[in-house]
């Protein structure tokens, strides 16, 4: 409850509610404490995106529908196929799109995008977090994404929020050499790991400047 009210008093836009089990962050969908969460988060005028990692098309649906939540992101191996069950009733999706940490060519990471261009799809472009999927704290090649925004995400108007390793120390340059209009942290503004640190988002708020900012809780 108070990291969402620390979220809504530091002008974060957005909260994540994982509810993937494995994770540290993992929210039980059923808890009463989940519902104080998410309905906190949404009279604070939040937009609420529930995460989930290769979780059934039911269950996510379900759980969309009873938390009414206003979009839900896929961190996953999940398909096409599986994405458009979403879009074709309605749910707004943000996918997450795993990349090598690595320098790559603009044409090599839109490989990995192209399939998921969709008016209603928003890429999160996150560093491959291996088995733990995300939520690692894994930074990406900054100029990589900045050229593949230069050459693809802009003439094609795509929308996209940067995650990966973002700190309150480190965001102001992601944003800059990214080129990234929204960002998205989870790791970063904890303390300990798990635990959402008020200071941390604030600082992190403060430092990215314009632009709209994602918490995973
Ligand atoms: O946060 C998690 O535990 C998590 C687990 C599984 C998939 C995704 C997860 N989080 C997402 O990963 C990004 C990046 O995290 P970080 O900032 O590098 O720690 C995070 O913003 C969430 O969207």
Not at 131 to 151: D, N, T, V, Y
Not at 183 to 195: I, K, L, M, Q, Y
Request: charged share 20%; with cysteine.
């Amino acid at each position: 409850m108070e990291d969402v009210q620390a979220c809504a008093d530091a002008g974060v836009d957005c909260v994540g509610l994982n509810f993937y089990r494995p994770s540290v962050r993992y929210l039980d969908p059923l808890a009463e404490e989940t519902q104080a969460i998410n309905s906190l988060a949404s009279q604070c005028g939040l937009y609420r995106v529930g995460l989930f990692v290769n979780e059934s098309i039911e269950t996510v649906q379900e759980i969309a529908k009873q938390l009414q939540l206003d979009a839900v992101q896929f961190h996953g191996d999940e398909t096409v196929e599986y994405v458009q069950q979403f879009l074709r009733v309605g749910i707004a999706v943000i996918r997450a799109i795993r990349l090598p940490t690595v320098p790559m060519e603009a044409g090599a990471i839109h490989s990995h995008v192209e399939r998921w261009i969709d008016p209603s799809v928003t890429m999160l472009i996150d560093a491959d977090a291996g088995a733990q999927f995300g939520g690692g704290g894994k930074q990406l090649h900054w100029p990589s994404i900045a050229a593949w925004a230069r050459q693809y995400a802009e003439p094609l108007n795509l929308p996209w929020i940067l995650a990966g390793g973002l700190t309150p120390q480190c965001v102001s340059e992601a944003k800059r050499v990214s080129t990234a209009g929204r960002v998205d942290v989870a790791s970063g503004v904890e303390n300990p790991r798990g635990t959402k640190s008020a200071a941390l988002i604030r600082e992190f708020v403060q430092a990215c400047g314009p632009g709209g900012v994602d918490e995973t809780a």
